[in-house]
T-cell receptor
Framework: ETGVTQSPTHLIKTRGQQVTLRCSSQSGHNTVSWYQQALGQGPQFIFQYYREEENGRGNFPPRFSGLQFPNYSSELNVNALELDDSALYLC????????????FGPGTRLTVT | AQTVTQSQPEMSVQEAETVTLSCTYDTSENNYYLFWYKQPPSRQMILVIRQEAYKQQNATENRFSVNFQKAAKSFSLKISDSQLGDTAMYFCALTQGGSEKLVFGKGTKLTVNP
């Protein structure tokens, strides 16, 4: 069974640029959630995708957008990067059962300068 | 709105001893789930233990157990026989039934000393 993977591991971007982060869900999982974890904080929910449709969104502006593909992998896109976007971005996959357990990837560390 | 509060930013414990991490939460829902996640310095978040709100029995996973006090909205984690590998950030999290959005606390940094 393959776990959740994310790429790239680290990324450095300049303010105003755009970035795409990628996530491959655990085998058999059809739901992907994205979280932003600022330094010293708990993760904050960005949005969730279920069977290629957005299924809930946290308090993040529209410049944060996403996609889920037929193989259930996912992308997080952030436009017009700001310094405060510097964070660890975590992807989590799950199978929609009544257990609600989410399995996290190792994250992508984004630094905006 | 759901909130999760962890009031202990940092804790330390000696190897082989027992430590308890505190968590309180607020939700208006009756159907919800509570979790403890561990995030080692390598940063991959790992599920430690899960508790369904409708179950009165406290969850246990090997050396990890919880004290779930539903009326008090309290959900503490007890680690017995602490090991060096338990050193990590521990996050308490909540999700309500029908939503897989996790709401996290700010975390407790646990250090196990030899």
């Amino acid at each position: 069974e393959t776990g959740v993977t994310q790429s790239p591991t680290h990324l450095i971007k300049t303010r105003g640029q755009q970035v795409t982060l990628r996530c491959s869900s655990q085998s058999g999982h059809n739901t992907v959630s994205w979280y932003q974890q600022a330094l010293g904080q708990g993760p904050q929910f960005i949005f969730q995708y279920y069977r290629e449709e957005e299924n809930g969104r946290g308090n993040f502006p529209p410049r944060f957008s996403g996609l889920q593909f037929p193989n259930y992998s996912s992308e997080l896109n952030v436009n017009a990067l700001e310094l405060d976007d510097s964070a660890l971005y975590l992807c989590a996959s799950s199978l929609r059962t009544d257990s609600y357990e989410q399995y996290f990837g190792p994250g992508t560390r984004l630094t905006v300068t | 709105a759901q909130t999760v509060t962890q009031s202990q930013p940092e804790m330390s414990v000696q190897e082989a001893e027992t430590v308890t991490l505190s968590c309180t939460y607020d939700t208006s829902e009756n159907n919800y789930y509570l979790f403890w996640y561990k995030q080692p310095p390598s940063r991959q978040m790992i599920l430690v233990i899960r508790q369904e709100a409708y179950k009165q029995q406290n969850a246990t996973e090997n050396r990890f157990s919880v004290n779930f006090q539903k009326a008090a909205k309290s959900f503490s984690l007890k680690i017995s026989d602490s090991q060096l590998g338990d050193t990590a950030m521990y996050f308490c999290a909540l999700t309500q039934g029908g939503s897989e959005k996790l709401v996290f606390g700010k975390g407790t940094k646990l250090t196990v000393n030899p």
